[in-house]
């Protein structure tokens, strides 16, 4: 069974940064893509970035430029920066990966940018 943990979300005004980190309970060596993925209130949750294991990533639309997501799979951990906040990204953001054809979520760290 794998647990994702996400932590680093928060107030912030417009224009500000933050950095959400993602703690994966096994070895992030061997499992290929990792996502974030972010659900405003009444909206679908919907794809941010994504980064394979060798480091290619892809991002939405929206973040590009902004966002930039990252992984350490020594430390077991997947990280998603995101400066110029704007209050469109309030939301909750969440860590995600496939596993040996499993799907696993963490429990979503709550963004709030202010205007």
């Known amino acids: 069974q794998v647990q994702l943990v996400e932590s680093g979300g928060g107030l912030v005004q417009a224009g500000g940064s933050l950095r959400l980190s993602c703690a994966v309970s096994?070895?992030?060596?061997?499992?290929?893509?990792i996502d974030w993925h972010r659900q405003a209130p009444g909206k679908q949750r919907e794809l941010v970035a994504t980064i394979s294991t060798v480091g290619r990533t892809d991002y939405a639309d929206f973040v590009k430029g902004r966002f930039t997501i990252s992984r350490d799979n020594a430390k077991n951990m997947v990280y998603l920066q995101m400066n110029s906040l704007k209050p469109g990204d309030t939301a909750v953001y969440y860590c995600h990966l496939h596993d040996w054809g499993s799907e696993y979520w963490g429990q979503g760290t709550q963004v709030t940018v202010s205007s």
């Open positions: 096994v070895s992030t060596s061997s499992i290929d893509a």
